[in-house]
């Protein structure tokens, strides 16, 4: 098993049974790090590009739905939508039918920024995932994560960002 990184964590005790949740997090901490500190001349965070991404994807969500994708708070979602609009890369319509609720639709500088920010997504994970990685390694990492997504969704009802 692969362990060149010193395990000792000032945050943890040392006889901490299974990290395995806390180095998901620590990994996705660091890559979104990374990612943010490259899209920050753009103005933009990974939070708001994978929103962008996901409303891209499937136009006319409600940010309650957006919530659902991500797995947070509508409250969470609310903020990082109003300022999107307000910067122009997304607009938010009342639904035909159903007027209370208020849908995301990206507008063509959000669809821009999407395509600005792909590549530089896929560079940042390039360098840092799949440069440590065999091929072997990254589909066996891949299914891995995805049968526990599944087993977490299965348990708990939540649904996953893929889903969104």
């Not at 990374?34 to 499937?58: F, I, K, R």
Request: charged share 25%.
């Amino acid at each position: 098993m692969y362990q060149e990184t010193d395990k000792s964590d000032p945050g943890l005790p040392s006889d901490f049974p299974c990290p395995l949740g806390f180095l998901l997090a620590k990994t996705h901490a660091g890559l979104k790090a990374a990612v943010d500190a490259e899209l920050a001349p753009g103005g933009l965070t990974v939070v708001q590009v994978s929103l962008l991404n996901v409303v891209a994807a499937n136009p006319g969500k409600s940010s309650a739905e957006l919530s659902r994708a991500f797995c947070v708070s509508p409250q969470s979602v609310a903020p990082i939508v109003s300022r999107l609009e307000a910067e122009g890369y997304l607009e938010r319509r009342p639904h035909p039918v159903h007027r209370r609720v208020i849908e995301c639709w990206i507008t063509p500088r959000g669809a821009e920024s999407v395509e600005w920010a792909r590549p530089i997504v896929a560079r940042v994970e390039s360098e840092l995932i799949l440069a440590e990685l065999s091929a072997g390694e990254l589909e066996t990492l891949e299914a891995l994560l995805y049968r526990v997504l599944d087993r977490i969704k299965s348990r708990t009802g939540v649904a996953t960002v893929a889903e969104g």
